[in-house]
């Protein structure tokens, strides 16, 4: 194959391909291969078979495609892979949460068994190995170990770059970060706006950039849309509507809400459907609960904004917004949780205000995405 051209979805020699391929063809180690097998990933996704390799010769990357089509694999596999063949290399991954350091840390476990690798998530322990081959944290716990202990990265992973290029501190403390030449820099994202794409490719050395969906695409295939008018309605009939959609379609469910205190009291409300996790939970009690969710132990989860970044669960296909969020960005981050690697899916998401129609109205017109009213 052919993989020096940038790649935008819609690349006939690619797409006649995608199907034909195999992680064999990366020439990944058999560690990695055998891993691979036990985890059951039997083939690559597209943006595997597109990144992949770019990570392997070095290229600085962008990567923008949709929450489940196997971006965090990318550079997992791919930085794995090239401390196989130069165990000298030390590699950062920058997250902007625990949750997210953790999920990531987990899938770096799972790949790296039967390797020479030492990972250590430094965002919650303060007692570390330094010397690991890799670090993972937020970029101002990578920036205070690194000079704390002189490290000298080689590769920075920067996850959910649009998220830390738009906090002003954490933007400032990565360009400390990744602005020394020979530094090798993989971004990788759900969603990008104009301006995030911007700051991001400013910190790159001509990058490989990877565009899965666009701005105006970012929906994924087969998910069904709806909102649900409740300006005038009593929180007794929301929870009688999301009993009715749970019970109806019988799908592991996400709720996701403005405030913990809502997520919490939708917990009380929903009974033993529903767990929730939020601001009151501890990072092992969040992990705990998203795995027992995984294993389909109780049938709804609700949870706030800050996690639908850091939750990793690819059979949910149904998502509830019981408040709209402010950001259209955040919207797609929400949805995302349903329909993932093409699989059916539905969204539902109450309009509770005059402000509610306003950010629904922002949301259609900026993804050019079709809304349909959902009259229980």
Known sequence: MDFNENYKEGDEYFEERYNVMSFKNFNLCNELLNNLKIAQFENPSPVQIK????????RDILCQAKSGTGKTAVFVLGTLERLHRNAKLKVAVCVHNNDLAEQIFSEYLRFSKEQPVKIENINTSYNFDYKANILIGTPQRIFEVKKKYNIDFDIYVVDECDFIVSDFKMRKTLISLVKKKNKNVLMFTATLTKKTKALCLSLLNNPFEIYVHNDSELTLHGLKQFYIESIEMSDSKKIEIIRNIVKHYNKQTIIF???SETARLLDRKLDDLCVSI?????????????KNFKEKQFKVLSTVDVLSRGIDI????????YELPVNPETYLHRVGRAGRFESDGYAF??????????????IVYR??????????
């Open 367 to 376: 993804h050019e995405i079709d809304i349909k009213e959902y009259k229980p």
């Open 349 to 362: 998401s109450f309009i509770n205000n005059q402000n509610d129609i306003i950010r629904l109205n922002d």
């Open 278 to 290: 939020g601001e009151f939970s501890t990072s092992n009690e969040r992990l705990g609960i998203v």
């Open 51 to 58: 990144a992949i390799p770019k990570v392997l010769l070095g």
């Open 314 to 321: 690819q059979n949910v296909e149904i998502v509830i917004n």
């Open 257 to 259: 809400c403005e405030r």
